[in-house]
């Protein structure tokens, strides 16, 4: 399995990770970019272990991590495609990938000659399991090269496991007593929900 310490995604930080308030963006926007930058440290990361774990495209792995969190049933291709936003022929060509390497079923849905449910099937369930070892580290990786300890702070709401790598970073002594960046930003923007959302799913019909 290639090493992420050697892939190419370790790019320069996320300027927006390294502000220190003075910037013109709010504190909103600066969320925004740091998740930007963090999802594609992440994505450029995960390509190689993906390939070499799974054997699929970063696309179909992202199929399969949706269809993943659906225990014991399926999702339809429409919700996969406003879930994904991507153009249902473009998925079609990426579930059938995945259908003919075993990884996926497809089946009409009941009352609904136009419906497409796919899910799991038990040999995806078992190369997921055996890889998520190696893919939860690939992410925190990634995450730890583009993140700092305010920005770690800022996610773990939104992330597993962020809090544990926030106090890993947490300041010792008399630096622990300094009020951090986010939290000056925390202040002015109290009960503004300064959280980054996920991008407006696209709208899509069967």
């Not at 504190?27 to 963090?38: K, Q, T, V």
């Not at 597993?160 to 300041?171: F, L, V």
């Not at 996920?198 to 709208?203: C, T």
Request: proline fraction near 7%.
């Amino acid at each position: 399995m290639a090493d992420p310490a050697d892939h190419p995604a370790d790019l320069p930080a996320c300027p927006s990770a390294q502000d220190s308030g003075n910037g013109l963006l709010p504190p909103e926007l600066r969320g925004w970019m740091l998740l930007l930058a963090a999802t594609g440290a992440v994505e450029q990361r995960l390509r190689s272990v993906v390939k070499d774990r799974l054997d699929v495209s970063h696309d179909e792995f992202l199929v399969l991590c949706l269809l993943a969190e659906q225990p014991g049933q399926g999702l339809r291709m429409t919700r996969i495609a406003e879930l994904l936003g991507r153009p249902k022929t473009r998925l079609t060509y990426q579930i059938a990938c995945l259908q003919h390497a075993g990884l996926v079923t497809r089946q009409s849905v009941c009352g609904d000659k136009r419906g497409v449910e796919v899910a799991l099937t038990d040999k995806a369930r078992r190369l997921l399991r055996e890889a998520s070892g190696a893919l939860a580290e690939t992410v925190t990786a990634a995450l730890d090269h583009v993140m700092g300890p305010e920005q770690c702070a800022a996610l773990s709401g939104l992330l597993p496991d962020a809090e544990a790598r926030t106090e890993a970073h947490a300041p010792t002594g008399a630096e622990a007593h300094a009020p951090t960046g986010a939290e000056a930003h925390a202040g002015a923007s109290a009960g503004s929900g300064a959280r980054a959302g996920a991008d407006p799913e696209p709208a899509a019909s069967d």
